[in-house]
């Protein structure tokens, strides 16, 4: 498949622009398609063995695998395969948040996800922390269990920080009283992050 060819009908300059400014580092150029139009392409594609030469590429591939109805072993292999391909917050994030399991498949998941936390790679730190987080009413996890390996994610890098600080916000929101020790231990960068997230929660 040359997904060029599929891209070039909705390629729009103005967002490849806006998408470069916001999502710095990235791996792989911008060929400037909307999130929601990949969603749509992802629903019409099967096929997974397609050269990863844009940054909606990495997106496509990632929807892909999410909208998959296979068992969840099998998802997970598909989901490792593609960690590596992980190099920006928003590849990172809107994969975490399209990945849906059956109730009787999200313990395994949490699982995996849980094993990620001390996964020597930054994006796959965050995909870990933010799918968590995600799903953290979801999952037969205590949301102390949650906390204790979230809170012990090595910060080493800003979207690591900002995962960690959005999930503690998070988790605040859920339960002030048990949230409230891990933000007291929390880095200085973290609990700023942290206090900064939840008094942004407030004026909404």
């Known amino acids: 498949m040359d997904t060029k060819k599929l891209y070039d009908k909705y390629c729009v300059k103005n967002i490849k622009a806006f998408s ?3 999502i ?3 791996d792989y150029p ?11 392409m992802a629903e019409e ?29 099998e998802k997970l292999d598909l989901i490792t395969t ?27 998941a949490y699982e995996y996800f ?22 953290r009413k979801k999952v037969s996890a205590p949301l102390k269990e949650q906390l204790d390996g979230i809170s012990k994610v090595r910060n080493d890098d800003y979207y690591i920080a900002m995962a960690v600080a959005w999930a503690l916000s998070s ?4 339960d002030r009283e ?17 206090m900064q997230k939840i008094r942004d929660s407030r004026r909404c």
């Open 24 to 26: 710095p580092n990235l």
């Open 45 to 73: 594609i099967e096929d997974l063995d397609f050269e990863i030469r844009y940054h909606e590429d990495v997106l496509l591939r990632g929807f892909i695998i999410a909208k998959r109805k296979i068992p969840v072993e």
């Open 178 to 194: 048990l949230t409230k020790p891990y933000i007291d231990k929390a880095d200085d960068v973290i609990r700023k992050m942290t």
């Open 82 to 108: 593609h960690l590596p391909l992980l190099s920006t917050w928003d590849e990172t994030d809107t994969f975490a948040s399209s990945l849906k399991f059956r109730k009787k498949e999200i313990d395994k």
């Open 30 to 40: 911008v060929y400037g398609i909307q999130v929601p139009l990949i969603r749509e």
């Open 171 to 174: 988790y605040y929101i859920t």
């Open 114 to 135: 849980y094993s990620l936390l001390s996964d020597e790679r930054i994006f796959v730190r965050r995909i870990a922390v933010v799918w968590i987080m995600g799903n």
């Open 20 to 22: 470069q400014k916001l």
